[in-house]
């Protein structure tokens, strides 16, 4: 496995063979089980450090494109929104949208989601009551956002485990 810093993207491909490495201070790993579609086309693991690239700029703060899947419409994006800013339903959250408080927060009509929280809006007809507002805290927000693989289309295409 590649050496991975704080920060990294890893997408390993249905059926590969991994085996995690930490360095002596350790790690936190977040681990997205039946996250690739056997539409998927990688053949080899996919690392991004997102914390070296710029994204492109948006309205909002800023997002850099860490994967995407013409045939399920799965789009996986590093965004930094930022503080008071909204992060806004965009064609693709019609289908699931899924958001990972990597750093900062995200706050909703009813909630505050810190670092590590996890937000997941189904697939349906948009926008949602909770999902209308989303913005970002007074120190902005650092989001994993995964849209468009919730369709019930998208997830037929998912390999189910064996039992």
């Known amino acids: 496995m590649e050496n991975s810093p704080a920060g990294t993207y890893v997408r390993n ?5 991994h085996e995690p490495w930490v360095d002596d201070d350790g790690c936190t790993i977040l681990v997205k089980l039946l996250q690739m579609s056997e539409t998927d086309h990688l053949t080899e693991p996919l690392y991004i450090h997102f914390d ?3 994204g492109e700029s948006t309205e909002f703060g800023s997002q850099r494109e860490l994967y995407h899947n013409q045939a399920t419409g799965e789009s996986v994006h590093m965004c930094l929104v930022n503080p008071g800013m909204s992060l806004p ?3 693709s959250c019609r289908n699931g949208e ?3 408080v990597y ?3 995200l706050i909703t009509e009813e909630e505050e989601y810190t670092k590590w929280g996890w937000i ?15 913005k970002a805290g007074t120190t902005g927000a650092q ?3 995964k849209t ?3 369709a019930e289309s998208a997830m037929a295409t998912y390999p189910l485990p064996k039992r």
Not at 13 to 17: A, E, V
Not at 121 to 129: E, Q, V
């Open 89 to 91: 339903i965009g064609d």
């Open 52 to 54: 070296d690239q710029k």
């Open 143 to 145: 989001v994993y956002r």
């Open 98 to 100: 899924e958001l990972f």
């Open 103 to 105: 750093n900062g927060s």
């Open 120 to 134: 997941r809006f189904p697939a349906a007809t948009y926008p949602l009551p909770k999902r209308t507002l989303l």
């Open 148 to 150: 468009g693989h919730l």
């Open 13 to 17: 491909p249905i059926g590969s063979k």
